[in-house]
């Protein structure tokens, strides 16, 4: 049994089309919020979209919806050929093989009762089947693929008899164990040390280049979404502000919130004081009109209060939300 | 060099732990001088002993933690040879910290306003409540909050807006040397921008020194004019943070480890490299260097010795490598 598997049929349509995607939520007070609101996006095979955004701009929930955790409110989602948007019962569980999730913290996503080779041998099993000895083979290939060598040592230790980085790899090993197309990797380096925050990025770097794995990264560090990222797409307040290809968009970067954020990362050569007016939060409202970074745009006129800008096709990919592009 | 007194010189300090399974050694052996008007970064991995080494200056280590070796002046004042009441009017007066979790620090249950007025009202008894709520708008201008959330509660506000608060308040007695641990981790990078340039510029106005505390190595690099770098407890490097980048080779491997393990948001070249195995566990600390089982250039000396900072092209490394007694040692390097 190999892990490669994915070499085989490429459609030419992308893995996951996404359109018009919306999510609201009611607040306590009766008001209803809109985090993802108008989202359409594709990934091809073999992919990196890198999301990014700051806190509460709806990263979380678009990557809760593709998994189908969530149910969304409008739009459509079609992956690898279905439409997933309103999947339930079985469709729903054939889907958890294509699309697969790695979280913020290992170790909330692990079984602190089972060792690592507990968190392999059930899905391996549900997933593929075969006898012992052929299960138990894929199970050393999962953990050699995530760098857990030597594999015998690894197979018996429980989580917290592992590292960090280490309880990261056993967590992305799982995800693979069911052969996987997809994967939305929300923050998984953000809580490890920085030392070994390079060698799951690599490793990611490598699921995607060997298996032709397609991602949704997400991220609010435009160093790590330029690292990863094929193409970053900027989030503000659950609206698309820009699209690009990632070396464009941090060399390039065309909407104002894009440069905001860009100037704000350390590392970015950006001098003196940031471009922006005022540091209101986003609002979320479902009622509300307009661009949402209007309140903080230094470039904001009286129609960006009233009427989301369309994306524009800037040239090579890079697709943008503003009135005022000529700035 | 300016023969102007430090603000702070930590002189050979060591920190344990008491803990079931025997003393950690949190800190050891650790030296580090801030002259005065003067940014100086700690940045380390977590458990690296950070807080640890910070809580010691503030002479706030509780319970368990204990000084096991050295002394720590802040303007030439021993902080542990002051008496109970002295140690009250020297925090805040003299030096004063923004601890990790500062948002959590403040109270709940009282307005901003209230809380600075605790703190102007504690340390300057002296001072009518009319002045000090009078100190109190003054702080809330510094800090660029609208002077109506003088009357909110910490619940009505936003984090970046906390923690402007907390750095006010730290602020208020306009101590010499202000300590800051991680004080924008849990924020966005704009809000965390924002308040970084408005540190910086409060510095210059008022001229006090900032040990800053950071995991993060292009902030700190950034916002400092010189970098401690501390690993196991131990400094390895005390470094200009212009001379943190890797065109210049003449550093600790560990400093060059993390210099290649963070993707840079503008280099042409964007290959990273992680730092193999693992960080280390202080109850099972290596021999020797403490970073000898990751070290590419380790060699037999490292697992023996201890290296000591030393000082190499105007920078102070802990490394055998540098020292030319150990030369031979290093054949295998080049
Ligand atoms: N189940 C829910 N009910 C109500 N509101 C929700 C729910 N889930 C998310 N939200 C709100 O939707 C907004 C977007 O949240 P989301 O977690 O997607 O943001 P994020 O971009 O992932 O933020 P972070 O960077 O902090 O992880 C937030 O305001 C959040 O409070
Ligand atoms: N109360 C305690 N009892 C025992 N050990 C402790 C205690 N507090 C801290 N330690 C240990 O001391 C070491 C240093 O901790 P410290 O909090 O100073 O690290 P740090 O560099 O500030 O880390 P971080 O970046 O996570 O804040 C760690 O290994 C930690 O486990
Ligand atoms: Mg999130
Ligand atoms: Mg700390």
New binding site residues.
Partial sequence: MSLNHLAQESSGAPLVQVEHLAMRFRLRGGQWIRPVDDVSFTIDRGEVLALVGESGSGKTTIGRLLLRILEPSAGRMVVDGRDITHIRGRQLAEYRRVAQMIFQDPFASLNPVKTAEDHLLFPVRKHRGGRPAEVSAVVDDLLTRVGLTPVAETRRKYPHELSGGQRQRLAIARTLAVEPRFLVADEPISMLDVSIRAGILKLLNELKRELGLSFLYITHDLASARYFGDRIMVLYAGKVMETAPARELVAHPRHPYTRLLLAATPGSSHQGALPETANIPPNLSESRQGCPFAPRCPLATEICHETMPAAEDVGSGHRVACHHLEA | MSNQQPVLEIRDVSIA?E?AVGP?Q?VSHVNLTLDENSIVGLV?????????LANAVMRLLR???RLTSGQILVKGQDVYALSPQELRRFRWNVMSMVF?SAMTVLNPVMTVEQQMIDVFRSHRPEMSVREAHQRSLELLDMVRIDRRHARSYPHELSGGMKQRIVIAIALALEPSLVIMD?PTTALDVVVQRSILDQIKELQKERRFAILFIS?DFSLVSELASRVAIMYAGRLVEVADSQGLTLADPLHHPYTLGLMRAIPHLSAEDVEIEGIPGNPPN?VELPTGCAYHPRCPSASAVCEREVPTLRQVGGRAIACHIFDPEKRGEFAHVS
């Fill in positions: 732990y803990t950690v949190a380390g991995e977590s458990g690296s002993g950070k807080s640890t319970g368990a933690a990790q991680e995991h202080l």
